[in-house]
């Protein structure tokens, strides 16, 4: 079935790239997005890329995808501990249904 | 334009209870989508309701139900509750016509005591 894979948790210091990996298996999906959740509120889109996209550049975020690997990958540049918060990947599928991920927990060494 | 709000923000219930709740999506949204988040599980998918119909279904039990009225706002219920139901429910609004953006409301974290 259907089914999008992600690390638990990434580490990194303050001021660096933070690279958030995403796996996925509907080679159909039209759309990926990268979503933002930080404690104790909703969900937030941070981004989303078209299917027939390889990268895609908004501001300190670069999102990259391979399709012939299903591989999705999010980078935030100069990280910030205002970037702390869980990211997670997610695909559409044809049911106009967003199948998701576990969620990356992105922590921040000073 | 007002985002998508959930009501209660909050709730305490005891096994065996049953809860309703409430989301009101975007104005204009079409599609309402339900999610479960716990700690262990991540965020899993309930149902999406599109027009007054589900359109989508998750792998939860008969308990969980929902319904969507013809103003779009959307309803949750969960019957016989148990511990495990604990959780965060969020609801996301969408225009629910194609591979849009889905608008997360803030959740009603729902504790079974």
């Known amino acids: 079935g259907e089914d999008v894979e992600q690390s638990l948790f990434l580490s990194v210091r303050e001021g660096d790239s933070s690279v958030i990996n995403c796996t996925y298996t509907?080679?159909?999906?039209?759309?990926l997005y990268w979503y933002k959740q930080e404690p104790g509120a909703g969900l937030q889109l941070l981004t989303y890329i078209f299917s027939n996209m390889d990268m895609k550049q908004d501001q300190r975020l670069t999102v990259l995808l391979n399709k012939k690997d299903k591989h999705l990958s999010l980078r935030i540049a100069d990280t910030q501990t205002g970037d702390s918060a869980i990211y997670f990947c997610?695909?559409?599928?044809?049911?106009?249904?967003?199948?998701w991920g576990a969620g990356t927990k992105l922590i921040i060494k000073p | 334009k007002a985002g998508v709000t959930q009501t209660p923000r909050y709730l305490i219930k005891t096994r065996g209870q049953q809860v309703t709740l409430s989301c009101s999506p975007i104005s204009g949204h079409r599609s309402v989508s339900w999610y479960q988040q716990t700690p262990g599980q991540g965020l899993q998918f309930l149902f999406e309701?599109?027009?007054?119909?589900?359109?989508n279904k998750g792998n939860f039990p008969g308990r969980f139900s929902g319904r969507q009225f013809s103003n779009s706002r959307s309803e949750m219920n969960v019957s016989t509750l148990e511990l495990g139901d604990s959780a965060l429910y969020l609801c996301a609004s969408s225009l629910g016509t194609g591979e849009e953006e889905q608008f997360f409301g803030p959740g009603t974290r729902l504790t079974v005591l």
């Open positions: 997610a695909e559409s599928n044809s049911n106009y249904q967003l199948i």
């Open positions: 309701y599109f027009s007054e119909t589900q359109r």
């Open positions: 509907d080679s159909s999906s039209t759309y």
